[in-house]
């Protein structure tokens, strides 16, 4: 029965929600609407789940008083004086509201502790970013390259200063694969590689002014638009196309009682 | 001269980090403003909130938090400036708990600045957990959802709340996406129930909803913090966004230098290993 129940539960759930998206009379009509209003009660309550949660993985570290037990702490006390100001904001304000103009210290804790917190967490990432572009940005093949160039259309192509800029940065990277691709044909015997490898490098060169300083300095955020708008729109509907897909099937199998991994 | 060019293919990730650390902070203390021309998406949402008649019913879905900040909240401050001057009528609520103070402070400052009275030219409803099933039952019956507002009044009671049932009243949905609601209003709220829809996204979401512009799904999308900007030159009100352009293309250019000498230490020596 442990496990009957909870699949009995799915499925009427799931057929009936299904039932009620084609029949939307009678009793079915309003089923969606009723099961929806459950839904928000429940969610409601699974932030009570989550904070019992929270708090026993933390007490437990402070009782095994383990290496980061103090982080813990400050976690449970943070908690509780924002739990405990929180509701006594509430029971104090005219509005009843910890956010209302009166209820000063909520808004000093939101102003001043926690949104510099938070925003100071997120802003870390920039260096990361910035560390990870230099170091996964490598022209290793010819896929790599293109996602390098393109890259670099679309970051010029998003700021003020792109179209000025463009320019000298196409000169610099068609120089450095003009450089390449001379370099790597002075090894090869065979002529008619050897020949591919240098007309290469020499397009390269011939480009640089056509596309970097007559077409980009123009039309580089019009380029970059077209980066978005076509190339990368297309891999990105393709891949919201298999999500929607695959979120079916699961659904399927979940209502039907073949996916059961949300019991474990 | 290899040891050169490896020097260029690892540099050390402290100097990384002291360069993006200079080349934010600086641009961002001079506090200077940059010419921009607008990208057609957003000129397009401006365009559309421009045409919006006067008193028309208007909703902004706060969907981030202090993470997003700094690219959203200049969305939301322009569009509250917008929305005011265009003397619309403003219904603010949330899926994310945690950023709704920062919609909350925003909406109560702004709307001073217009002289507009709480319950007649706006009203901040809070949050309801649940997402898509928040946005479902709000396009049937938005007090089905929300009988009160943030302070516990009834909604019924409000008069900017009188003249309005489901999404049928609504003119337009502004939503300020830093996680996957912005879908969730897409899937729901569009396709369900037709409500017209303008997103403003951090840039890393941006190319996400890109598709649903180009079916038509979303009016348009304000992406990044170069959105907030075009944003802010069309209504004529430069703020952090504005400000933030300089430092945005002085690290853009940064990280394109750092890209482009990696990949000369990298070439040089994959040559010099043959």
């Known amino acids: ?264 | 001269m290899t040891e050169f060019f490896k020097k260029l293919a690892g540099i050390d990730r402290r100097i990384i980090y002291l360069t993006v650390f200079l080349a934010t902070a600086i641009p961002i203390l001079t506090k200077k403003t940059m010419k921009i021309e607008p990208l057609p998406e957003v000129k397009k949402a401006y365009e559309y909130i421009e045409s919006l008649p006067e008193s028309s019913i208007v909703m902004v879905s706060i969907d981030y938090d202090a993470a997003s900040m700094p690219e959203l909240q200049p969305m939301l401050e322009t569009f509250l400036h917008h929305a005011f001057r265009k003397n619309l009528k403003v219904i603010m609520l949330g899926h994310w708990a945690l950023g709704l103070p920062l919609g909350q402070q925003a909406l109560e400052d702004i709307a001073k600045k217009y002289n507009k009275i709480y319950g007649i030219d706006y009203v901040f409803l809070g949050y309801r957990p649940g997402v898509a099933a928040v946005i479902i039952n709000m396009g049937k019956d938005i007090k089905s959802v929300f009988s009160s507002d943030y302070k516990y009044t009834p909604i019924d009671s409000l008069p900017i709340m009188r003249s309005v049932k489901n999404y049928k009243d609504i003119k337009l949905l502004f939503g300020l996406e830093a996680g996957a609601v912005g879908d969730a209003w897409i899937q729901y709220g569009y396709a369900r129930y037709n409500l017209p829809i303008i997103l403003g996204t951090t840039a890393v979401m941006t190319p996400d909803y890109y598709p649903y512009i180009q079916a038509n799904q979303v009016i348009s999308v304000i992406g990044g913090l170069r959105g907030a900007a075009d944003y802010e030159t069309l209504v004529e009100i430069p703020g952090q966004a504005s400000i933030g352009m300089l430092a945005q293309s002085v690290i853009h250019l940064v990280i394109i230098a750092f890209i482009i000498i990696g990949n000369i230490g990298f070439l040089v020596l994959r040559r010099a290993k043959k």
Not at chain 1, 6 to 23: E, H, K, M, N, R
């Open chain 1, 1 to 264: 029965m442990k496990k009957e129940i909870p699949l009995a539960i799915t499925f009427i759930s799931g057929f009936l929600l299904v039932l009620a998206l084609f029949i939307p009379h009678k009793p079915f009509g309003n089923l969606e609407e009723i099961f929806n209003d459950w839904y928000i009660i429940v969610s409601g309550f699974t932030m009570l789940l989550g904070i019992d949660s929270l708090l026993e993985y933390n007490f437990k570290k402070i009782r095994r008083k383990e290496k980061d037990a103090p982080y813990s702490l400050v976690l449970i006390l943070s908690f509780f004086i924002t739990l405990i100001w929180g509701v006594t904001e509430i029971v104090r304000t005219p509005e009843h509201n910890p956010f209302s103009p009166t209820s000063t210290f909520s808004k000093y804790f939101y102003n001043s502790i926690f949104m510099p917190l938070q925003s100071t967490m997120f802003a870390i990432l920039s260096f990361f970013i910035a560390s990870a572009a230099y170091r996964a940005f490598r022209a290793k093949e010819f896929n790599s390259a293109l996602l390098l160039v393109s890259a670099v259309i679309v970051m010029l192509g998003r700021i003020p200063l792109g179209q000025g800029a463009a320019p000298y940065v196409i000169t610099v990277i068609f120089l450095v694969f003009a450089w390449y691709f001379y370099a790597e044909s002075v090894g090869i015997t065979e002529t008619g590689t050897k020949l591919l490898y240098i007309l290469v490098s020499v397009a390269f060169i011939a480009l640089i002014y056509p596309i970097g300083w007559v077409y980009l300095k123009q039309h580089i955020p019009s380029f970059a638009d077209w980066i978005m708008n076509v190339p990368q729109m297309a891999g990105k509907r393709g891949i919201m196309i298999g999500i929607a897909l695959g979120g079916i099937a699961m659904s399927i199998r979940i209502i039907l009682g073949i996916e059961r991994t949300y019991m474990k």
